[in-house]
């Protein structure tokens, strides 16, 4: 039976930002075990739909391993080795004893236990089979969450265009724009199929919207809204795609992305859980669940979101994934530091780049220039600024942006901000450090 003073069950994006913590307080080797049945040590995940995908130039492993998308250094297999830290890859746990300590390795592996744990078991791609999807099997289609999922589709690309340059993308969220585009550009005929009446419902309003759809399809792509997939057709092979509405779509590629679930089966009985929304490992301002020797980080993880009054939250983002394995170590050596996240998500399609920053809210400000592509976004909720987004703006103004959410400033007339546009967000920092509760342009 293999021990270890501290485990962390999942690697992910997470893993190696956890590790780089331990070592920044001074973990001993052999300490630290990480446990993941992915078959690489941890790596920026958010490269998967972005430019892992492209059709020339793509980044591959050991290229984009952690924590170079955070300015650290890339951990390779060899730097864990030199740390003293035993990273075991392609390994599956199938059960958890959180009162005995002890995770049950599948395929009769050797147990292991630990004195503390950090759980990081991220989440699972919701699949078209659990809609009652008929034909959800075959050959062609596809989801996206590891290199082992973006390798196949990579490859699967060369074979679907020997068929047809027809591709169907199932989805309208983050992942639907991402991987949309890089079809695109490696020759596809798209068509988004969505049951929204827009693209990113859940942060994009109407004008936001209006503005990526017409873009997307300047680039070819078909947008088809409000209908969902009920099936496929084909021989062994996707051939085609049957929609609700009746419509059947030509493919010889379909790519999934319709959210995931928190992969909490591990733990149920044993931690508290959250059932409802948002779901996952409910844990406190420390990110400890319920279990004094357990921490919950990432995706999984349903943490209070200070900023907001303790609303309680997940946030399926990269950077939720780097701070939250990092202070949940903090807190294991002693760390009494709140964990005090700014949700966070930005996106790079085509020549488009976006950032957002806050929560969005029905009441909005919209600033810019759409024709051009160059716009920003205030949310209003309770007469403050609690989120703000931009799109191709500059560092200068991203970073001020940033500045805003966390400040959350009263906000002035919707004309003043509008008219203001970023140099309200530039302005911010300044006039709140001298003291001014309320900015006043």
Not at 24 to 40: F, N, R, S
Not at 105 to 130: F, H, M, P, R, W
Not at 192 to 216: G, Q, T
Not at 429 to 435: A, F, I, R, S, Y
């Amino acid at each position: 039976m293999g021990h270890f003073k501290y485990v962390y069950l999942g690697g992910g994006q997470g893993g190696g930002y956890a590790a780089a913590e331990f070592v920044k307080q001074g973990v001993k080797p052999g300490e630290l075990g990480i446990v993941t049945a992915d078959h690489y040590v941890s790596y920026e995940r958010p490269t998967l739909s972005k430019g892992y995908l492209k059709a020339e130039g793509a980044p591959r492993l050991p290229g984009f391993h952690a924590c170079v998308g955070g300015g650290g250094d890339k951990q390779t297999p060899d730097w864990y080795k030199e740390k003293g830290i035993e990273y075991l890859t392609g390994t599956k746990v199938e059960s958890v004893d959180i009162k005995n300590k002890t995770l049950k390795v599948a395929s009769g592996g050797e147990d292991i236990t630990y004195d503390k744990l950090i759980i990081a078991t991220g989440a699972t791609n919701i699949t078209l089979d659990s809609f009652g999807a008929k034909n959800a099997h075959l050959k062609g289609i596809h989801y996206l969450r590891n290199v082992d999922d973006a390798d196949a589709l990579v490859a699967y690309m060369k074979e679907a265009k020997q068929v047809s340059k027809k591709a169907v993308m199932v989805g309208g969220g983050y992942i639907g724009l991402e991987v949309t585009a890089n079809l695109v550009q490696n020759g596809f005929e798209v068509s988004m199929v969505f049951p929204e009446d827009r693209l990113m419902a859940k942060m994009f309003n109407e004008e936001m919207a209006k503005f990526y759809e017409k873009y997307y399809e300047n680039k070819g792509v078909t947008l088809i809204k409000g209908d969902t997939v009920t099936g496929f057709e084909g021989d062994g092979k996707v051939q085609t795609v049957e929609l609700k509405s009746g419509k059947k779509l030509e493919a010889s590629l379909v790519v999934v992305g319709v959210g995931a679930k928190p992969n909490t089966e591990l733990f149920k009985g044993q931690l508290d859980l959250l059932e409802d929304k948002p779901g996952g490992v409910k844990v406190n301002s420390q990110l400890q669940t319920s279990n004094p020797d357990v921490y919950a980080v990432g995706d999984i993880a349903a943490f209070p979101l200070t900023l907001y009054g303790g609303k309680v939250t997940r946030q399926e983002h990269v950077v939720n994934a780097r701070l939250s394995a990092a202070h949940a170590v903090k807190a294991i050596f002693g760390s009494k530091e709140t964990y005090d996240y700014l949700p966070y998500f930005y996106s790079r399609e085509f020549d488009l780049a976006w950032q957002f920053y806050g929560e969005p809210s029905e009441d909005y400000v919209l600033h810019g220039d759409l024709d051009s592509g160059k716009f920003g976004v205030y949310w209003i909720q309770d007469g403050k600024i609690t989120g703000a987004y931009s799109e191709s703006a500059s560092d200068e103004q991203n970073a001020a942006l940033k500045q805003v959410a966390l400040k959350r400033p009263d906000a002035p007339s919707k004309d003043e901000l509008k008219s203001m546009g970023y140099d309200f967000a530039l302005k911010v920092p300044d006039l709140l450090h001298h003291g001014m509760a309320t900015v006043k342009i």
